[in-house]
């Protein structure tokens, strides 16, 4: 399992940069708005050691004064700002020191010397986990293709379009045969494709823009622009490079 530290990202879209030998490198940039950390969780209090993070602010409501005054106490005035979130997590933020929900939040392990330096309400800034040439392991919820069939899902070959061939150009074929007269399971087959957890990992961090919070990783990640990511120090990957 990865312990390395980790931050919350959204993917921004794909551009390219020059390194130091004049040649393009493409690269994926990242909004890296320091991530905040909404609960730690320890070996005595519930069994493992971990730290949730929370990413993407959620707006409060434009709630008039007069709303605020009358609402009784600070979990009174905080429902009333942020009353399109549900209770439950309205609740957990709360406790976690009136912090603004987020829109997304993530539980990541860590070793017990790291969760001891961590604490409600901290932020977590890229510039302090990752340096240039660091490698890093992105996750993120691929693209949805929908309902596609073998050749787009799984790489299948068409059949040959003439010599009577018809509507069979892009079937799958036979699924089985006489015996053991049921479709054997993990039959490769049409079906929903995409939308699932990618991890791709031992991509290089090409550079940062602290100033506007952007982060610039080698190569794509999964997910289309706009979607939520996972950074975090690679597993398998530890050697920096020049």
Known sequence: MNH???????KIGMTQIFDKAGRAVPVTAIDVTPTVVVQ????QTDGYDAVQLGYDEVAPRNVPDAVIKKAQGAK????????RVDQPTRGHFFKAGELAPRHFVREIRLGADAVSELKAGDEIKASDT?????FVDVAGISKGHGFTGVIKRHGFA????THGTHEWRRHGGSIGC?????VIKGRRMPGHDGNEQVTIQNLMVAGQIPEQNVLL??????????GYLTVRLALKKKKKTD
């Open 40 to 43: 730690v969780k320890t070996q």
């Open 158 to 161: 068409k059949f040959q379009e």
């Open 76 to 83: 009174g005035r905080y429902d009333a700002l942020y009353g």
């Open 217 to 226: 990783i080698r190569g794509a990640v999964p997910g289309p622009n706009g």
């Open 4 to 10: 390395n530290p980790a931050i919350l990202g959204k």
């Open 130 to 134: 990752f340096v240039d040439g660091d």
């Open 178 to 182: 006489r015996q053991p007269q049921r």
